[in-house]
């Protein structure tokens, strides 16, 4: 019997990366002030992970096709990532490298990296499954 777990990482990612819609003092916040395509360009890349990643958990039918969704939500996470530390250090610093750094601006930073992981390990489950099911086909 296959097991959907990676059905669990994905709603587990795409939770994550919704929360970072609550976190409302990094979008009011300094960075988002100065830099005027902070804001919709994170938001456009986080929503678009976190919505893949639920629409990702009914592609279970066609493995393949949920492993290149799986990729393109790495590249939009890892992206979104991108996009937060850019904005941070063009407009006030890293926030690790000052003294006190603020929960919204960890959140911000961590979560792209949680939903990666989760990913990963989505894949792994992915994969696993399709193993599975090839050595299922070859006893027939």
């Known amino acids: 019997m296959i097991q959907r777990i990676q059905s669990i990482y994905l709603a587990l990612a795409s939770m994550v990366l919704a929360m970072v819609y609550l976190l409302d003092e990094i979008w009011v ?35 393949e096709r949920q492993r290149k969704v799986l990729l393109a939500l790495k590249v939009s996470s890892l992206g979104g990532l991108v996009v937060v530390l850019v904005a941070q250090f063009l407009s006030e610093g890293i926030p690790f490298a000052q003294s006190v750094a603020s929960f919204g601006s960890l959140a911000i930073l961590l979560s792209p990296v949680v939903a990666f992981f989760l990913f990963v390990m989505a894949g792994r489950s992915i994969d696993k499954d399709i193993k599975l099911i090839r050595s299922m086909d070859r006893l027939r």
């Open 29 to 63: 916040g300094k960075t988002a002030m100065e830099i005027a395509w902070f804001a919709p360009l994170t938001l456009g890349l986080f929503s678009l992970a976190a919505v893949g990643a639920l629409f990702s958990v009914f592609l279970y039918n066609s493995r």
